[in-house]
T-cell receptor
């Protein structure tokens, strides 16, 4: 059974903290993605990666960075968390030709 | 750039009613088109897809046909069930290997008994 696993389902952090969201896939996929999902705004792409150590900015990269040191792991980093980063974060992966994207369960992050 | 537009929700239907959720897209080249579904408290999962013009994707009684002439990929189901209550996302991916998946805003569907 294919799987994308996000390290936490729920996370509460304080303003100014550095936050790490981890995502691991077991399908040997080249592409990995981080989205945030907000009511009324749908899914917005933060960053994506099409290979180890490669990354591309999505539509809303400000305040975020990513790391992909190994093919199976894609980390999203909030350098200094702010309350407007309270959201649902979704990780996804796909093969090189994107025939299907597989999603993790999501991490609901609250910044207080 | 590429974009996806889908009908605003929320949509409320009675059980066994006919469902249509409209989706139109803007893209260069030959994108692949997808419908994803998100059940409450879960991540997204692929419902169906179509990779070229006139293809029909189908799954769990849902269907959508890739219409290049109208740049549309409308989702339909003949008889909805309470268990179909979810948020539905139309999405596209461009025709090159480095293209990202772009999602529409999502349409929330509630089916009442």
């Amino acid at each position: 059974d294919v799987k994308v696993t996000q390290s936490s389902r729920y996370l509460v952090k304080r303003t100014g903290e550095k936050v790490f969201l981890e995502c691991v896939q077991d399908m040997d996929h080249e592409n990995m993605f981080w989205y945030r999902q907000d009511p009324g705004l749908g899914l917005r792409l933060i960053y994506f990666s099409y290979d180890v150590k490669m990354k591309e900015k999505g539509d809303i990269p400000e305040g975020y960075s990513v790391s992909r040191e190994k093919k199976e792991r894609f980390s999203l980093i909030l350098e200094s968390a702010s309350t407007n980063q309270t959201s649902m974060y979704l990780c996804a992966s796909s093969d090189r030709w994107g025939t299907e994207a597989f999603f993790g369960q999501g991490t609901r992050l609250t910044v207080v | 750039g590429n974009s996806v537009t889908q009908m605003e929700g929320p949509v409320t239907l009675s059980e066994e009613a006919f469902l249509t959720i409209n989706c139109t897209y803007t893209a260069t080249g030959y994108p692949s088109l997808f419908w994803y579904v998100q059940y409450p408290g879960e991540g997204l999962q692929l419902l169906l897809k179509a990779t070229k013009a006139d293809d029909k994707g189908s799954n769990k009684g849902f269907e959508a046909t890739y219409r290049k002439e109208t740049t549309s990929f409308h989702l339909e189901k003949g008889s909805v069930q309470v268990s179909d209550s979810a948020v539905y996302f139309c999405a596209l991916r461009g025709g090159t290997s480095y293209d990202k998946v772009i999602f529409g805003p999502g349409t929330s569907l509630s089916v009442i008994p």
